[in-house]
């Protein structure tokens, strides 16, 4: 029992690779520059044995329970600081109750402030929404390890099973950090102080339009194929163009109706300055969220502008800009990883219900190379990040076949078959030659038949979309400053400091530090004016909860883990001082 154990704790993965922070930080940001500094002194982890019932295992998950007898040696042998348990059939927890100590082990948890999830006879749904709300209070940062066994096998434990990996790998994917946050905030005082405009929550699409056709076009390789089909039916339907793929139908001849946008560095607009005609590009809408850089939205006339659900920003203007119509704007959600997320999100949000997708290859056929159309200049004269090209993971392809991606890619394909479920009324067709995606219909663009589809008054659609489904904000400079409150950002972030300047002498008292700090913030966000606060600050410690549980289980001796802990913990102090200095700044 206990060996089985100490083989999956020791082998646990708690960081990303180095090389994530390893690039050249052009920014300046702090996060990334306080990371830097611990990737370059952090200890060298190496392969050890390590007795794992001589010291606290931060987190741990038991599939099954049967009638509970394993958790009884469970917990006798090891002291587990977070436990969570899910028993799939209820009939077994009932049985349990009659033979196995619930009662004293619930208090016993309680007694040692250890966390305790029981989870029994859910939906795979609400196994994510309770297991992430408990790791949200707990702290993100423990699930970037665990400890499990399955406590008896059976067909419900093994397809649980699946649900429960894959959740646990969705729970740390992207923590955010508090540059990102700040980045978010000014672009959307910007945006509210240039009086852009904001979808309204209550708006609505009238049926009749609702129906109308939607041509969601990425720039995946197989686009190519099908820009002659886009150009002869590009005045029957709306064309939403993704990213660079506005660039793409540009040097194709097709001028899209909206630009799709979700960056919040200033890379999207150099792009978009590759493109001569100006004029091509003031006559198309902005699409996007507040957390665009306002270079890029200069470039367009007028724009669509959604609120990015669980960014500091979209909680700052729901919370703090209520009583001039902040609470009244459309959130957005399944808008990451890549940009054509939010192009179908968008799409699906605003109410249409004929969609059809291109160039979404979410990755590429095995066999092929290019993945992005050969009309596109941007990535003939720019480098292609490497976290696109590296594609190692096999999938189904959209016709059949082997498709190539990543967990970028992989990402992108859940999240946009995320956004599908959700809009179960609308048809969605896949017209893409790469990934197959759940929800879409495969379609070559060659079997569509368009000859019934009258040509669109787009100009009256853009203007629907524009004026009707749309308001500003009417604030002023003067009370963005106020309301972004620098005493209450002050307050959050020294309650925070203060715990971490309290010294530590074993592995479980850091720990616990950590799980305290996430706490309080997550009582801090529960609370709406604070909610903002709570996003800035929240990524940046759980990243570095990340470095401080590494290093507290890095080798056998505590005096020395600790010591490395500590640096990684005193990094945070470092970032989190220059922090409050920042958002002192107006």
Same mark, same amino acid.
């Given at each position: 029992?206990?060996?089985?154990?100490?083989? &999956?704790?020791?082998?646990?993965?708690?960081?990303? @690779?180095?090389?994530?922070?390893?690039?050249?930080?052009?920014?300046?940001?702090?996060? +990334?520059?306080?990371?830097?500094?611990?990737?370059?002194?952090?200890?060298?982890?190496?392969?050890?044995?390590?007795?794992?019932?001589?010291?606290? +295992?931060?987190?741990?998950?038991?599939?099954?329970?049967?009638?509970?007898?394993?958790?009884?040696?469970?917990?006798?042998?090891?002291?587990?600081?977070?436990?969570?348990?899910?028993?799939?059939?209820?009939?077994?927890?009932?049985?349990? *109750?009659?033979?196995?100590?619930?009662?004293?082990?619930?208090?016993?948890?309680?007694?040692?402030?250890?966390?305790?999830?029981?989870?029994?006879?859910?939906?795979?749904?609400?196994?994510?929404?309770?297991?992430?709300?408990?790791?949200?209070?707990?702290?993100?940062?423990?699930?970037?390890?665990?400890?499990?066994?399955?406590?008896?096998?059976?067909?419900?434990?093994?397809?649980?099973?699946?649900?429960?990996?894959?959740?646990?790998?969705?729970?740390?994917?992207?923590?955010?950090?508090?540059?990102?946050?700040?980045?978010?905030?000014?672009?959307? /005082?910007?945006?509210?102080?240039?009086?852009?405009?904001?979808?309204?929550?209550?708006? =609505?699409?009238?049926?009749?339009?609702?129906?109308?056709?939607?041509?969601?076009?990425?720039?995946?390789?197989?686009?190519?194929?099908?820009?002659?089909?886009?150009?002869?039916?590009?005045?029957?339907? *709306?064309?939403?163009?993704?990213?660079?793929?506005?660039?793409?139908?540009?040097?194709?001849?097709?001028?899209?109706?909206?630009?799709?946008?979700?960056?919040?560095?200033?890379?999207?607009?150099?792009?978009?300055?590759?493109?001569?005609?100006?004029?091509?590009?003031?006559?198309?809408?902005?699409?996007?969220?507040?957390?665009?850089?306002?270079?890029?939205?200069?470039?367009?006339?007028?724009?669509?502008?959604?609120?990015?659900?669980?960014?500091?920003?979209?909680?700052?203007?729901?919370?703090?800009?209520?009583?001039?119509?902040?609470?009244?704007?459309? /959130?957005?959600?399944?808008?990451? @990883?890549?940009?054509?997320?939010?192009?179908?999100?968008?799409?699906?949000?605003?109410?249409?219900?004929?969609?059809?997708?291109?160039?979404?290859?979410?990755?590429?056929?095995?066999? $092929?190379? =290019? *993945?992005?159309?050969?009309?596109?200049?941007?990535?003939?004269?720019?480098?292609?990040?490497?976290?696109?090209?590296?594609?190692?993971?096999?999938?189904?392809?959209?016709?059949?076949? +082997?498709?190539?991606?990543?967990?970028?890619?992989?990402?992108?394909?859940?999240?946009?078959?995320?956004?599908?479920?959700?809009?179960?009324?609308?048809? /969605?067709?896949? /017209?893409?030659?790469?990934?197959?995606?759940?929800?879409?219909?495969?379609?070559?663009?060659?079997?569509?038949?368009?000859?019934?589809?009258? =040509?669109?008054?787009?100009?009256?659609?853009?203007?629907?979309?524009? =004026?009707?489904?749309?308001? @500003?904000?009417? +604030?002023?400079?003067?009370?963005?400053?106020?309301?972004?409150?620098? &005493?209450?950002?002050?307050?959050?972030?020294?309650?925070?400091?203060?715990?971490?300047?309290?010294?530590?002498?074993?592995?479980?008292?850091?720990?616990?530090?950590?799980?305290?700090?996430?706490?309080?913030?997550?009582?801090?966000?529960?609370?709406?004016?604070?909610?903002?606060? $709570?996003?800035?600050?929240?990524?940046?410690?759980?990243?570095?909860?990340?470095?401080?549980?590494?290093?507290?289980?890095?080798?056998?001796?505590?005096?020395?883990?600790?010591?490395? &802990?500590?640096?990684?913990?005193?990094?945070?102090?470092?970032?989190?001082?220059?922090?409050?200095?920042?958002?002192?700044?107006?």
């Amino acid at each position: 029992f206990i060996s089985s154990f100490s083989k &999956a704790f020791s082998s646990a993965d708690f960081l990303p @690779p180095q090389e994530i922070y390893a690039e050249h930080n052009k920014f300046n940001q702090i996060h +990334v520059r306080y990371m830097h500094e611990y990737h370059a002194q952090q200890a060298a982890i190496t392969e050890f044995d390590m007795d794992v019932s001589a010291m606290p +295992v931060p987190n741990c998950i038991v599939l099954g329970v049967g009638l509970g007898y394993l958790l009884e040696e469970l917990n006798a042998a090891l002291t587990v600081l977070n436990l969570v348990i899910v028993e799939p059939s209820l009939n077994l927890l009932r049985a349990s *109750l009659h033979v196995f100590d619930w009662a004293g082990l619930i208090s016993r948890f309680a007694r040692e402030k250890r966390g305790l999830l029981l989870l029994a006879g859910l939906t795979p749904q609400e196994l994510r929404w309770r297991m992430r709300d408990f790791y949200n209070r707990r702290g993100l940062f423990l699930s970037t390890q665990r400890l499990g066994f399955i406590a008896y096998e059976s067909e419900q434990t093994f397809e649980a099973s699946f649900v429960i990996n894959d959740i646990y790998s969705r729970l740390h994917w992207a923590f955010g950090f508090i540059d990102d946050g700040l980045f978010a905030l000014a672009h959307a /005082c910007d945006a509210l102080l240039s009086k852009n405009r904001f979808v309204r929550a209550d708006a =609505k699409l009238p049926a009749a339009l609702a129906k109308v056709p939607v041509f969601v076009v990425g720039n995946g390789p197989s686009l190519d194929a099908d820009l002659s089909f886009l150009r002869a039916h590009q005045k029957q339907a *709306l064309i939403f163009a993704c990213g660079t793929a506005v660039e793409a139908l540009y040097c194709a001849g097709i001028r899209p109706d909206m630009y799709c946008c979700t960056e919040r560095d200033v890379a999207q607009s150099q792009v978009l300055d590759l493109i001569p005609d100006k004029d091509y590009l003031r006559q198309i809408v902005c699409v996007g969220a507040e957390v665009v850089h306002p270079a890029t939205r200069r470039h367009f006339a007028e724009h669509v502008l959604f609120l990015k659900k669980g960014e500091p920003s979209s909680a700052f203007i729901r919370a703090r800009l209520a009583d001039v119509g902040g609470s009244q704007l459309q /959130c957005i959600s399944n808008m990451n @990883p890549l940009v054509g997320n939010l192009g179908l999100a968008s799409v699906l949000t605003l109410g249409f219900t004929e969609i059809y997708l291109f160039g979404f290859d979410c990755g590429r056929m095995r066999g $092929t190379e =290019k *993945l992005h159309a050969d009309v596109s200049l941007t990535y003939k004269y720019l480098e292609v990040n490497p976290a696109y090209r590296d594609l190692s993971l096999e999938a189904e392809g959209n016709f059949g076949g +082997v498709a190539m991606m990543n967990s970028l890619y992989e990402q992108c394909r859940y999240e946009l078959e995320l956004s599908l479920k959700q809009h179960p009324g609308a048809r /969605c067709c896949n /017209c893409s030659q790469g990934v197959l995606i759940s929800g879409a219909v495969p379609r070559h663009s060659a079997e569509l038949d368009f000859t019934n589809y009258a =040509k669109l008054d787009k100009g009256a659609l853009r203007q629907l979309l524009v =004026k009707s489904m749309t308001m @500003p904000l009417k +604030v002023s400079r003067e009370r963005l400053l106020r309301d972004l409150n620098v &005493a209450d950002f002050d307050a959050v972030a020294r309650r925070i400091l203060h715990v971490l300047h309290q010294p530590q002498e074993t592995r479980r008292g850091m720990l616990e530090s950590c799980i305290l700090i996430s706490e309080v913030l997550y009582k801090f966000g529960s609370l709406p004016q604070y909610r903002h606060i $709570t996003y800035l600050l929240g990524g940046t410690c759980q990243h570095f909860f990340t470095a401080v549980m590494r290093e507290l289980f890095s080798g056998p001796d505590e005096a020395l883990c600790l010591r490395y &802990a500590e640096r990684a913990r005193q990094l945070l102090c470092n970032c989190l001082e220059d922090g409050r200095r920042l958002y002192a700044m107006e």
